[in-house]
């Protein structure tokens, strides 16, 4: 499973990934906005948005570069590897 995660926290990176692989799940993970971020994202099972450290533009950015119905799309308010833990929890089959 390919999942892209959407905002968060830099320090929080090496986290998320571990979490990610702990679940046997491919991760990218987008802190900040690039220039061809939509470009990046590709066409991932789940797209995870956390919502209080994203910027508005930033996630219009990352819907619009995945396929609505391909793509699982969550917004999380919080930022914290706990808050993956459970989106990934529910969301993952392995």
């Not at 926290?9 to 993970?29: E, L, P, S, T």
């Not at 470009?39 to 396929?67: E, Q, R, W, Y």
Request: include cysteine.
């Amino acid at each position: 499973m390919s999942v892209v995660i959407v905002g968060g926290h830099d320090r929080m990176v090496g986290q998320y990934k571990k979490i990610c692989k702990d679940f046997k799940c491919k991760a990218k993970v987008f802190t900040q906005m690039s220039a061809d971020m939509d470009k990046k994202i590709g066409c991932p099972d789940l797209l995870v948005l956390f919502t209080n450290t994203v910027s508005h533009k930033m996630a219009k950015c990352a819907l619009d570069g995945v396929n609505g119905e391909i793509t699982r799309v969550v917004r999380c308010h919080t930022s914290s590897g706990t808050a993956l833990l459970g989106i990934l929890e529910e969301s993952c089959t392995c």
